[in-house]
């Protein structure tokens, strides 16, 4: 699978951004997808994830409450929904997809499929 994120760019603290992470092939609904990112100098991290049917999803303890992650399978695309944006948040965002079955993981190391990144910048 092929995905490609977009969505990402800059806005004020307290502002929202909703990104997209659209995918190519016939089977996206095989896939868990997990949304990522990565500041300058620091480590990629998790942010959330959602199964493969859009069931059930997981959050970093930072965004809960502030983002929420779903999917259109029919659309073969997930949304990451960020409201009320920290200077934190900013970042390189990056969907993922995994392949195992009744996994829901935050390990980077666990998705096989990466986009390219979508930027969002946060200023105070």
């Known amino acids: 699978v092929q995905l490609q994120a977009s969505g990402g760019g800059l806005v004020q603290a307290g502002g929202s951004l909703r990104l997209s992470c659209a995918a190519s092939g016939r089977t996206f609904e095989a896939y868990a997808i997990g949304w990522f990112r990565q500041a300058p100098g620091k480590e990629r991290e998790f942010v959330a994830t959602?199964?493969?049917?859009?069931?059930?999803?997981y959050y970093a303890d930072s965004v809960k409450g502030r983002f929420t992650i779903s999917r259109q399978n029919f659309l073969n695309t997930v949304y990451l929904e960020m409201n009320n944006l920290k200077p934190e948040d900013t970042a390189v965002y990056y969907c993922?997809?995994?392949?195992?079955?009744?996994?829901?993981?935050?390990?980077?190391?666990?998705?096989?499929?990466w986009g390219q990144g979508t930027l969002v910048t946060v200023s105070s």
């Open positions: 993922a997809a995994d392949s195992a079955p009744l996994r829901i993981s935050n390990n980077k190391d666990d998705f096989d499929y």
């Open positions: 959602i199964s493969r049917s859009g069931g059930s999803t």
